[in-house]
């Protein structure tokens, strides 16, 4: 199942994409056609992907049953009707997860991307992932919304990655059991400036090189997500996948999900013993090799950055000039 955060005019709906990513079902309203239906009460945990999530399988069962009922009804050559289904080209999908609760990042998780910034060999039984937190109700956009470029930034990059979206309350989860809290998957952007224009140093201390590529990560716009979450059922094993970057229609990164030096389970597992994980949280597993910052070209306003993940789908969105 697809889920998908979109909006018609300045309203805002939670729905699934069916019939060959053609058509969305608004499942609340499929919902309360199916509540009349059953003679039952209409849930009320479709007001938005939060509330989805934080119903679990219970939400998960019912979305789905929504879905396929109204997909069902759709027929051979798909119609929308306006009323509990809309034509995908006809609504503005945003984030999936417009409102996460917590947005973690992890940087150097692949070997080639460690190498390519001139980093060296890292051994996984030696090491501990290396996770950040990007703010999320400043930095989060969906697709087709502009990252824009404000006056303090000059070298801006691309870092295509595939993001997990927490489906369950989770804490000292074990590796092995990790996959559980899941709720599925989507495409994540994690936008850098590897040079801002702050302040200018009269003096220099320690660490202040690594605080500067910290926030080079916070800057607002620099999360996209989406299109959509595949949830977990579809999505069995996140280490199979196929992760491509393009700008402006060139390929700049390409590999598979495979070459994690740390597999989602095993980021689950480190992140859980430190703080408790929610329903909604976004952990964006790193990126592979291909950013600008090794070649100096970075993104530029006007510019089209497309990130695909096999299986999920293509987030694609614009770059833009902010004046602020």
């Not at 080079?216 to 094993?237: A, H, M």
């Not at 790193?286 to 510019?303: E, N, W």
Request: charged residues 30%; proline residues 6%; aromatic residues 6%.
């Amino acid at each position: 199942m697809k889920l998908v955060t979109y909006s018609i005019k300045k309203d805002q709906f939670v729905g699934a994409v069916v019939a060959d990513d053609k058509i969305v079902v608004d499942l609340a309203a499929a919902d309360r056609a199916l509540a009349r239906k059953e003679k039952r009460p209409a849930h009320d945990f479709f007001s938005d992907m939060i509330s989805l999530l934080d119903a679990g399988s219970k939400g998960m069962s019912a979305a789905k049953k929504a879905a396929g009922v109204a997909e069902d009804k759709l027929g051979k050559t798909p119609k929308a009707n306006g009323k509990t289904s809309h034509l995908a080209s006809r609504v503005k999908l945003r984030a999936p997860v417009p409102n996460p609760r917590k947005v973690l990042c992890l940087a150097g998780n692949y070997q080639d991307h460690i190498e390519e910034g001139g980093g060296k060999m890292a051994v996984q039984d030696k090491e501990t992932p290396r996770v950040f937190i990007k703010p999320p109700t400043t930095t989060v956009i969906g697709p087709g919304d502009s990252i824009l470029i404000p006056p303090v930034a000059r070298s801006i990059d691309w870092e295509g990655e595939l993001a997990v979206v927490i489906g369950r309350k989770a804490k000292g989860v074990k590796a092995k059991d990790a996959l559980r809290y899941v709720a599925g998957y989507t495409v994540m952007n994690d936008v850098s400036e590897r040079d801002l224009r702050i302040k200018k140093r009269t003096d220099s201390r320690p660490r202040d090189e690594w605080f500067d590529w910290l926030n080079g990560k916070w800057l607002d716009t620099f999360g996209p997500q989406g299109p959509w979450i595949v949830t977990s059922d579809v999505i069995k094993d996140p280490q199979v996948l196929d992760i491509s970057t393009y700008v402006n229609g060139e390929r700049k990164q390409h590999n598979n999900t495979g070459q994690m030096l740390y597999p989602v389970n095993k980021i689950i597992e480190y992140i859980s013993a430190i703080v408790t994980l929610e329903p909604g949280d976004l952990i964006s597993t790193g990126t592979i090799s291909g950013v600008g910052s090794t070649t100096g070209k970075f993104l530029k306003p006007g510019d089209r950055v497309e990130i695909e993940i096999s299986d999920i789908g293509v987030l694609r969105n614009k770059v833009a000039a902010s004046k602020k």
